[in-house]
């Protein structure tokens, strides 16, 4: 049919959104320009991806209403995407896209330096893709990885199979990182947005160039071609370094503004209206997602392991990590004081976790600041339950045993953790809510946005201590917690106790 074929690998959280843009991909004419194959290892942890997308489901929850669609229609109208295990696809492509993880592993809590960087799914892939795609396939890293990876990880990976191919020339090797947000505009983050680029010869970067201007909207998100892919790399970590330092540079100052009386929340609102300063934000529980808490690692470990430096010039990158990596266990402490206000000791109370979730309006958990209040409260003997509207299962919890990964749950960090497997999320928000000692705002859910104080002490049936990680409650909603008996706390919001004064004056 003329179509070009374009295997993805690892049709997870990226994977599975651009295998569905690549394949809704049309030429000139309206007709689809792409076949694509999502490869997904079967293993135990994501088999269930390739049978969910071969029914046209999406095998990733979203917000955004395109996405299921999106997979739908490619899957089971305009037949162009399909997902399997066998790796004998690749010898059909033209295009491999790479999208599996590449992890950072942190040995100790609040110390990013002494972790490191777990390219094993990478190199297996890399070394699965040499072995069979043909010798002029191009293979598009989008994995973010730490850099000098595609020259002097990849390249020799399979240069070396090549050779025993019998494959004189070079494998096209591209990369070109993904800033996609899943969420809202889950989709346009991916198709409608600004792409870096580079390619390690010049045929490599033509053809990664031509691919991207097939298959996102380049006219108006035009693409930056870099030099090199460790610019290309770089790019990626240096972007990522600097919105994990701006959001730990809030850290100090959300401490200074609970200790004085002032609140943070108003304090940035006031700061952002003017441009030059228009992105900074407020940190909440702590800094989750993928990306933000290990790409700043991929870095420093890249500068002595791939780069062979052996001197240390990494200061702030390494420091913001550990503070946003940290930051949830303030949430323990100001949770303790409220409920000692109420007479309650914390080791005899049931506090409720609003938010699972890394972010507002995802079902995404990977290091969620929530997991480390929740870690410490259950340290300090608190019962925990948990409420999010987007998530099903809290697998760092229910098997904390072997997810992430053996040995690799942030349990290890802390005492008292074994009962809290049994967490299960509750999506039935009162139920939750019942007889709750403490609630916790952790995520700015558009569910909790607009909670109606007098409804939620209701469905607790008793006033209990609210404690707003996120800058979630107004002041109005503040006053009427407190009129309701209950004690309030936030992270940053140190005018919180100017109301409760007010109130106990009235
Ligand atoms: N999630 C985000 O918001 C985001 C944003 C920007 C960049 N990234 C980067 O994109 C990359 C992928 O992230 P993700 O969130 O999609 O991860 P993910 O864990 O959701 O997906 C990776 C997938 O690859 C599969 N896989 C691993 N080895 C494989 C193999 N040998 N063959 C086939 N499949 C294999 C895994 O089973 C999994 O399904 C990472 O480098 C990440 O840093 C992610």
Redesign the pocket.
Known sequence: MNREIVVV???????AVMAAIVADTVDDTGKPSKFVIG???P?A??FW?IPMLNRGVSPVKAEDPEVDPMIARCVKEKKTLIATYTYDVLKLADVVVV????DYLKAELGNVRNGETDMA?LE??LG?IAEHIPPDALVLI????APGTTEQVAYPIMKKIFKKRGIETDPLLAHS??????GRNYVASIRDFWRVCSGINRTAKERVVKFLNEVLNTKKYPLTVMDRPIESETAKIVENSYRATILAFLDEWSLYAERNGVDIVKVIKAIKVRPTHSNIMFPGPGIG???LP??GGLGVWAYKHILGFEDDIFKITPMAIDINDTRGLHVGQLTRDALRNMGKPIASADILILGAAYREDVG?TRYSGSEIVIRKLAEMGAEIRVHDPYVEHWWEFEQQDTYPGIGQSKAQFFRNQEKLKEIRVEQNLDKALKDANAVILAVPHEAYMNLDPAKVVKAIGQPAAIIDCFGILTDDKIRQYFQLGCEVKGLGRGHIQRIKDEIRRV
């Open positions: 690998m690892g049709v997870g959280f990226v994977g490869m997904q290892r293993s942890r994501s991806k999208d599996v993880q590449c799914a297996a892939s699965v989008e994995t973010t990885v990182y993904e800033r996609v947000m899943p997602g993928y990306c290990k790409d995404d």
